[in-house]
Every structure is written in structure tokens, then in C-alpha cells.
């Protein structure tokens, strides 16, 4: 409690300097996009079509949420290291056991308000128009990122049967999307290759394991547009999934690597950037707040 009121009252002091900085931090070359977002972070304040979005995916949470005891099976993130050491496109890193969540756990398990609503500006802003999301869980995630304006069509994968048709009913009112039950590898081998045209978004939110977070985004990177958007959850969840966060962000296919602290926003390079120039790295942490690196436990052997 005292944290949380501590916490608002150094957000409100700093609100007008932090501002400040994203002006800077475009004026220095910040993609332009990512303003409104940061803004949102730090101000809280959302347009009309923004406040929508959020009223029908939160009131679906709360929907799920109030089955309370009921248990659904999830598949829970593997413990550090135990994916090996192929990040190839020919790996099949080893999923996490599956565990039975209560539905109240499963309406905690999505992204929170705060940054489904991110991920809404996120699709928004650069204007995606086809993108996969690994790790579909209840759809909230799926609801926020297909409302926005330009999406065509995302592809969600999700390994539990029971999760995915959770997810359908989530998401009955959005026709672009498309709710795939099957291990991510299956997924990406199946979907990706049958699309017309390539895609242009990737938001990769389950198996948090730097092994098989890394090479999930070999599989898909054949797959991206220059200019995509890719989207890393959960880079401070873990000191395996920063270690993976401060990999990829130094991978030479990206322009733009952003540290959100909870979600790593990178963007592939264009055909006239430079290919062998290492990313612009942003640390947007002292803007949003700064995230301290995870030490998750419940790890069944
Ligand atoms: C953190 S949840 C996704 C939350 C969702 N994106 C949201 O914000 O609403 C991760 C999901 O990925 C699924 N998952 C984990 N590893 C998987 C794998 N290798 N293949 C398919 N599904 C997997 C889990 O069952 C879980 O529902």
C-alpha cells in the first residue's frame, strides 16, 4: 500500500520531466510511433477508441475471471536451460509441463490492462497488418492487438485445447483473427508458409526460455517484412529471458531494439539500412519505470 501510493506520488512529480524526455528521445531519432505509447505510459490518458478497446477486452477478463475455481490446463514456461542449446530453425525446444490454473489464475495470466492497451497502440501506431502472437492463453492479448484499426489478420497459437477454445469465445466478435491449437514449432511451420504475403508483426508471449525464445524468432524471422515489428514479452521475467532480451536486441536484422522493461519492441531493418550496423538501443525504463529482473519460481521437476 505505501509502495503503491510512494509509487504515484513519484510518477505525478516526475510526469512533466519524463514527458520532456520523450521529446527528446524522438528528436534523436525514437521512431515517431512510439510517442502516443509512451505518453499513454506515463500520463495514464487514452483516446476514445482506445478506452473501447479496453472496456470489451476487460470486461471479458472479468468474464473469465469470475469462473473463479474452475481449472483449465496451461503450459507453464520450462526452467532455464532446459531447452539445450539449438536455437536453429531445425531445434523443437522442449515445451513446459502443463499445469491446471484456476480461471481467476488464467485472467491474471494475460497481459494487464496497461499493456494489452500498449499492445494495442503498438499494432496500431506502425500500422501492422499481419502479425502471429505465440501464446494465445484466454485471447486478451489477441483482443487488444486485432482491434487495431489496420490488422488483417492474426494468427494466435495456443498448445492447450481447452485455452484455445476459451480464447474462440473471447474472440467471436473478431473475425481477423485466427486461433491456432498447436505447439508453436507446428504452428509457425504450418500457418506461416501458406500466408500470401509475408507479415509484419510478431508479438512472442509464451515458452519464456532464452533457448527457445531465441530461436522461436529464427523460425519466424524468414517470415518478416523490413520494417516489422517484433514484439518480446516478458524480457525481465527471468535473468534466462534478459539474457535472451540483451541477445536479440543486439541482433544486426533490427534498426530499433526498446526496452519497455516488461516487453522488449524491436523493428527490422529496411532494405536501404545499413546490414551490418548493430541496433539503435533505446532503455526506456527511466521513462516507464524501471523493472526489476524476476527470480520465477514454482518450477516442477
Ligand atoms: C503468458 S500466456 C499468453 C498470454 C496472452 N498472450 C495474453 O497476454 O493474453 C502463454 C501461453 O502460451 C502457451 N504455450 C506455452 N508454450 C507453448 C508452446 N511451446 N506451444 C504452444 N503453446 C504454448 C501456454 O499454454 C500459455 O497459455
Redesign the pocket.
Known sequence: MIKKVTGKLFNSITRKSRMKKISILIDNGLPIQMKSILNYLVTGHSDEKTAAVVKLAEGRRKEIAGKGDEKIP????PKPDSSGSDTSINAR?Q??KVLEFTMKRIAM???NQT??TVLYLLAREFESSVGI??????????MYLSSAPNVKLIIT????EA?ANIARESLKSNQNVKVVN????E?IDFELPSLDSKIDMA?I????EKI?TIHYFNKILPFLNPGSVVIF??ISWSHDMRDAWNILSNRNEFLHAMDLGELGVCIVKKRSDNPEMKPLYWDLQPIVGRRSIGDPHGWKE
Open positions: 496451461i503450459w507453464y514456461s525446444p515445451p513446459g495470466t494475460g497481459k499493456w494489452g502472437e505465440l501464446g494465445t492463453c484466454a485471447g486478451i492479448s489477441s497459437v495456443e498448445g492447450s485455452l498447436a505447439l508453436f514449432d504452428a508479438f508471449d509464451g515458452h519464456h527457445a514479452d516478458d
